[in-house]
């Protein structure tokens, strides 16, 4: 059952048995991230008007019961721990424990990059620049120094970009594999779900899960990644605005309070 116990918050429990809680008060180092375990959580979604609105509701309801969210990451941002949005492949493995999830659009701290008049982009799992962004940021993207960022690089001219993917064209997508960390067994599995959610007996006919990003960029930037709903054919984006709308998962024990 679904309740509104705060603006900005859209609490979901769920009563599955939690076998391990692993707290992360500190984000390890963006070359080396390690999930959190995402499955065996519950959770409450966070939105607001704006990624950093959304940005400052995560922290204040983190920061209202920190015990209730101890399975949330964290991050450091000018020696304050907060808790960080989830990164693209944590919201998509709550996706594969909670298919409900499907339902909603979620935005994520995993920022793409752009070069300037160029194809290149760098996909950043846990990028700081979007977790520490101010309360008061009313701009579309963040300026940034593209040379300098540490992540993964995709050539945008090859592959299939800006239109949905088939069935097998998804498992060999260099997007989608760099989103999983080349980890094909997951990414074979949340291509089952979404597809077979979607179109049942005819998913291996059909096409979903696009990638769609920037072209024609002129200056260097920096946006969030997130994924739509199923109705919009779970697509990947890295073209959203940062003073659009936005959500975020908040993890939760999954023993905790449920809902009448």
Sequence with gaps: MIILPLPGILRIDTDNLIKELV?????????????APVSSCGY?????????????????????????????PTIIVDDQIFPRPLTML?????????PELLDIFFDSCTGIAYQANSRMSKLIPVCLDLCALPQDFKDSFLPTPYASLQGTE??????????????????SHPFWL?????????????????????????AAASKSMGVFVRTNVTQNEL???????????????GSGLLNDNAR???????????SL
């Design 23 to 35: 707290p992360r008060p500190i984000e390890t180092p963006v070359d080396d991230v390690s999930s």
């Design 154 to 171: 995709l050539d945008l001219s090859h592959g299939v970009y800006d239109q949905l993917l088939g069935f097998d064209t998804v498992l």
């Design 90 to 98: 944590e919201t998509l493995e709550m996706r594969l424990a909670h």
């Design 44 to 72: 409450e979604v966070i939105y607001g008007n704006s990624y950093s609105a959304a940005l400052q509701t995560l922290r204040a309801q983190y920061a209202f019961a920190p015990d209730r969210y101890s399975p949330h």
């Design 178 to 202: 760099a989103v999983f960390n080349n980890d094909v067994p997951k990414l074979t599995r949340y291509r089952d779900l979404v597809f077979n959610t979607f179109f049942s007996d005819k």
């Design 223 to 237: 946006r969030a990644l997130y994924v739509n709903f199923i109705s919009y054919d779970s697509s990947i984006s």
């Design 248 to 258: 975020f998962l908040l993890l939760t024990p999954s023993l905790s309070q449920k």
